[in-house]
């Protein structure tokens, strides 16, 4: 059940826990892209609320079934470079970028998230590409934490049935009546963790979400 973005303050504070204060949220994207979610235990998703970022329409995610093999949302904006330095080869476009500073009691910060597209499967190792990037103190390469444990970049190219496939969740009505899971993506990772070790408590770190379609 998806939950319409309200402001982007509130966005960021439903990401963090107790110990943790942020400040500086900049939000970049459409209002449309973005949002809550609940339920998601239920759909399969194995996080069971939080927030969603998208490159088309948050809405799409409602409901409690894959209903579409194709559906898709154009909010007509741009990429961002560092998500292209991510995927070389690749322009992105439809950018969808949440940002903040925050402050940590505590030593070490964990992300987890899970990353679906509808590029699933059809337009795996086309010339379409979806990519996730999670970014700590700048938005150089080796800033992005969004990355499996051997450091693979988390991508519908890098991620699917025939590559790294012991993460992926194929959910494509395609190949499989009725799908298994009740959401509407047709394929998505499993839980993955973004994660911020070595911090000193009191200092100001800055994180970029970021997600794009190319």
């Known amino acids: 059940v998806i939950t319409p973005f309200d402001t982007a303050a509130n966005l960021a504070q439903s990401l963090v826990g107790s110990g943790v204060t942020i400040s500086n949220v900049t939000y970049t994207g459409s209002n449309g892209a973005s949002g809550y979610f609940t339920g998601g235990t239920a759909a399969g998703i194995g996080i069971n609320s939080g927030i969603v970022l998208t490159t088309g329409y948050?809405?799409?995610l409602n409901g409690t079934t894959n209903t579409q093999d194709s559906i898709t949302g154009n909010n007509g904006l741009s990429g961002v470079s560092y998500l292209n330095a991510l995927i070389p080869g690749y322009t992105t476009n439809d950018a969808t970028v949440l940002a903040f500073d925050f402050v940590s009691t505590g030593t070490e910060a964990y992300f987890a998230y899970v990353f679906g597209s509808e590029e699933y499967n059809e337009y795996v190792g086309t010339s379409y590409n979806d990519v996730f990037g999670f970014f700590v103190n700048g938005t150089a390469l080796t800033d992005n934490v969004a990355t499996l444990p051997d450091g693979t970049v988390v991508s519908i190219n890098n991620i699917n049935t025939a590559s790294k496939s012991s993460y992926y969740n194929n959910n494509d009505p395609t190949d499989l009546t009725p799908t298994p899971f009740n959401f509407e993506y047709d394929g998505f990772t499993d839980p993955l963790v973004a994660s911020i070790l070595g911090l000193t408590a009191?200092?100001?770190?800055?994180?970029?979400?970021?997600?794009?379609d190319a």
């Open 58 to 60: 948050a809405s799409n």
């Open 202 to 212: 009191g200092d100001t770190y800055h994180l970029t979400l970021a997600i794009a």
